[in-house]
């Protein structure tokens, strides 16, 4: 059975799974737990369990550390990629909303200004241009009946 994408993040596995997933001793996995680099959900008792997300983190851990990064490095990327992770589903949320905002209103307003005032228009109706010239005067108060 496939996952779904909102299930790369369900805390499901055991640290030793986590670790032997992770190609790592489950010590190491509790350090990290302890310095907020990978920090796995908690079953009602305390234990941890690590989602697919948490595994794909510490085999990233293992790969950056490997290449010489420190590990308050490695922590400020890992969270920098979840702020990007967050801020795309927002995105893809409200790109959503606005969307179904669109195809849901009765139709766009539009005005037009003339010589009799403002006056509400027909989306996509065009009005006759006018040359005529208007002279407002303070206290001139036109309404139309």
């Known amino acids: 059975m496939a996952m779904a994408p909102d299930d790369d993040d369900a805390p499901v596995f055991a640290i ?3 670790a032997e997933l992770a190609g790592m001793h ?3 996995l509790r350090q990290y737990d302890r310095i907020g680099l990978v920090v796995p959900g908690r079953t009602r008792g305390g234990s941890r369990r690590y989602s697919a997300r948490n595994v794909q983190q510490l085999r990233e851990v293992a790969r950056l550390s490997g290449e010489g990064m420190s ?3 490695i922590s400020r990327l890992l969270h920098l990629e979840d702020e990007v992770r967050m801020l795309r589903r927002r995105v893809l949320d409200l790109e959503g909303a606005l969307r179904a905002e669109r195809e849901n209103r009765p139709g766009v307003r539009v005005f037009a200004a003339g010589a009799s005032g ?3 228009m027909a989306s996509g109706r065009r009005i006759r241009r006018s040359t005529e010239v208007v002279l407002w005067r303070p206290g001139d108060r036109r309404t139309e009946d």
Do not use: E, H
Request: net charge neutral; hydrophobic share 60%; glycine share 0%.
């Open 71 to 73: 590990l308050p490095a």
């Open 118 to 120: 403002v006056i509400p």
């Open 16 to 18: 030793a799974v986590a």
């Open 26 to 28: 489950p010590q190491t």
